[in-house]
Nanobody
Framework: QVQLVESGGGLVQAGGSLRLSCAAS????????MGWFRQSPGKEREFVAT????????RYADSVKGRFTISRDNAKNTVYLQMNQLKPEDTAVYYC?????????????????WGQGTQVTVSS
């Protein structure tokens, strides 16, 4: 069992930056690959980025590639999402998730544990 708590969301103007954090507690953090997903009103929860257990492997959604960077610090039990060049279409609730099933999966169905989400709003 692992508990996840996101932070760092907020309101930012288009072109700005935010850094999301996800702090994990419970079982050993390093056994999980980690992911970020987002969900807008009326839309399905969609994949944003994922990182392998050791941090060497990452994958990104095409819509955020080159603008967002996922990283992790296993000593601090924390995963981060650095978001640059934000656009209004990035507005969503962002969720952190942990997976023991498959490394760097882009499917939400492969993630066992979820945080409560943090709101990101990008104004035009």
């Amino acid at each position: 069992q692992v508990q996840l708590v996101e932070s760092g969301g907020g309101l930012v103007q288009a072109g700005g930056s935010l850094r999301l954090s996800c702090a994990a507690s419970g079982r050993t953090f390093s056994i999980y690959s980690m992911g970020w997903f987002r969900q807008s009103p009326g839309k399905e929860r969609e994949f944003v980025a994922t990182i392998s257990r050791g941090g060497a492997g990452t994958r990104y959604a095409d819509s955020v590639k080159g603008r967002f960077t996922i990283s992790r610090d296993n000593a601090k039990n924390t995963v981060y999402l650095q978001m640059n060049q934000l656009k209004p279409e990035d507005t969503a609730v962002y969720y952190c998730a942990a997976s023991q099933r498959l490394p760097t999966s882009t499917s939400k169905n492969d993630y066992n544990y979820w945080g409560q989400g943090t709101q990101v709003t990008v104004s035009s």
